[in-house]
């Protein structure tokens, strides 16, 4: 039976009254009372990637406007929660990535960058998926990322390096351009679990959705058999479209596969333009005094033609809530991750930002709808770190001074639905690429009554939280 710590004060709200079971101190029921069946246990954890609070404002402004509410605003528990990182050798690191910070969340240890389920000596860790597994819960991971990306991974795999997704690139190679090492010591061939998509395929599961078909069909070295293969030998249906995991036996585990690598996003900038540098006059660039300097022209956010097809997150939602509650008497996890949240910031693309966030408000809305009918639910809404994009003054606070002030970053300025224009920086980095930044993450909550989410927590007391709400040991 789930246990939960029953406190004089809570801050959960559960969407529906629950039936309460009153327990004498010694355990037994109260005399004449007979026992009443508890609703089974449902997790459902939201990872916004790089979903800090100036990409929750962003969206709102866009999404709902200043005045307006996002749906996860509506959510009655509010929390900080600090990101935790550590170099190999143990000292502190202040600024993650999604890799270790996601097994912070998945397994409860602070680990090192890059690593997927492991400690920072590489010995693996057990996820809260495997733990529900093996308990008999339901489980399931949603991705619009490659389902191998490092998010998923983490509740799903184990290896040293993110970069390690299939059987290939493990033994090491050229990645995006670089030379990469590698995973050899987790290679199949050298004793170890293999790479992602083969642990995937080997994993309790029943049910992964996203992107990454690329990693599944790389046969083995030495065995020849691609990891879609062992998926199928291992019970998976395979599908690649909402049709066939629509008509997919419910009585089997699915891997649904929907794009190669990551699923497109739904938005993009006018012509699919993203953020760009201001551009100082000659006169400036010879003397920041003087001179003047021309802004991007302002941009709106539209349609990504090549999102059309696309599986959408609440879609995905909505099937994986309704396959994990068939003939289910254990309870049920799945986590939902809206990716590229935070890939689009790397692009400095804050339409592809914004396009992601609303996403996740919708599937945050089916999630709220299922909890209506099952009312020990508990949903959480966080992210696994910051994310470079800053809200910044348009015009600039100085504007009045009359020296050209701007950004020395790159700019987007774009045009909201209700007329305002909202400029975000970039300006972590001159590389192709921005990178995460070191701040806290919100953490939004539905928790039934009883269930206590302190104001601020760490990402491994977010997981002790879950572990302690499906009633599973910690390891």
Known sequence: MLKQRITAKTWGLAPTALVML?????????????????????????????????????????????????????????????????????????????????????????????????????????????????????????SSASVTDA???????????????????????????????????????????GS????????????????????????????????LDEAKDNGFIITKNLTELREADTQQPVLGLFANSHLPVRMQGTDGRTAEAPEPSLLNALDWRLGSVTQPPAMDCELNPRFAGTPDLATLTSIALDRLSIDNTQGLFLMVESASIDKE???????????????????????????????????LVTADHAQAAQIVPEPSLFASIPVPI???????????????????NYATNLF?????TGANVPLFALAPHGTVIPGFLRQRDVYALMMDYLGLDQP
Request: contains cysteine.
């Open 22 to 142: 009153t327990l004498l101190s010694d355990g037994h029921y109260a005399q004449g009372q007979e026992p009443v069946a508890e609703p089974l246990p449902t997790l459902i954890l939201f990872i916004g990637d790089g979903l800090d609070d100036q990409h929750v404002t962003m969206g709102r402004n866009y999404l709902a406007g200043q005045q307006g509410t996002l749906v996860m605003d509506t959510l009655p528990i509010r929390s900080a929660v600090q990101v935790e990182t550590v170099s190999s050798d143990g000292m502190p690191v202040y600024v993650a990535d999604s890799a270790n910070t996601a097994t912070s969340l998945a397994a409860g240890i602070i680990t090192s960058i890059g690593r997927v389920g492991t400690d920072p000596r590489n010995k693996p860790v057990p996820s809260l998926l495997e733990s529900a597994a093996h308990a008999g819960l339901r489980t399931g991971i949603i």
């Open 432 to 436: 192709e690429s921005e990178e995460h």
């Open 151 to 193: 998010t998923p991974a983490a509740f799903l795999a184990h290896v040293a390096k993110r970069g390690c997704e299939n059987p290939a690139i493990i033994l090491g190679g050229r990645r995006y351009g670089q030379m990469f090492e590698g995973c050899p010591t987790d290679a199949r061939g050298n004793g170890g679990q």
């Open 196 to 227: 992602v998509a083969e642990q995937i395929a080997a994993s309790a599961a029943d049910l992964v959705l996203g992107g990454g078909l690329e990693h599944f069909v790389i046969p083995d070295a030495d065995t020849g058999r691609s990891a």
């Open 406 to 424: 701007y950004s020395p970053g790159k700019v987007a300025r774009v045009r909201t639905p209700e007329g305002g224009i909202m400029r975000i």
């Open 345 to 379: 910031s790397h692009d400095r693309n804050p339409c592809g930002s914004i396009g992601e966030i609303e996403q996740l408000e919708e599937a945050i809305a089916v999630a709220l709808a299922y909890a209506d009918e099952h009312p020990n639910t508990l949903i």
